[in-house]
């Protein structure tokens, strides 16, 4: 599996962005997808996972009511639409999969939950 995110860049606080990343040599019709974020100095979060196939989301409270995790099979595409954005966004933000998940929807899900991963994107908000 490769991914492969796009859609990064500099906003003002208060925009938008919509981040892409396309799932390729995937043979799932149903796998888990997460976003995370990486501020310097900082360990890396998970804001966003999906059960992409079913109906579960999970969102970090940071970013509750902001950003939206979706997908759409047919361009083997996940993306993560981020509104109304703040300075405290701004991060390097990876795409994660894994066929399975060893988490739980009550917490956050961390790194070690999947084994591939895109090579990031910066977002900066100023």
């Known amino acids: 599996v490769q991914l492969v995110e796009s859609g990064g860049g500099s906003v003002q606080a208060g925009g938008s962005l919509r981040l892409s990343c396309e799932v390729s040599r995937n043979t799932y019709v149903r796998y888990y997808a997460s976003w995370f974020r990486q501020a310097p100095g900082k360990e890396r979060e998970g804001v966003a996972l999906s059960y992409v196939g079913g109906e579960s989301r999970w969102y970090a409270d940071s970013v509750k009511c902001r950003f939206t995790i979706s997908e759409d099979s047919a361009k083997n595409t996940v993306y993560l639409q981020m509104n109304d954005l703040k300075p405290e966004d701004t991060a390097i933000y990876y795409c994660?999969?894994?066929?399975?998940?060893?988490?739980?929807?009550?917490?956050?899900?961390?790194?070690?939950?999947?084994?591939?991963w895109g090579q990031g994107t910066q977002v900066t908000v100023s």
């Open positions: 994660a999969y894994n066929p399975t998940y060893a988490g739980n929807w009550l917490s956050p899900p961390r790194p070690v939950h999947f084994g591939f």
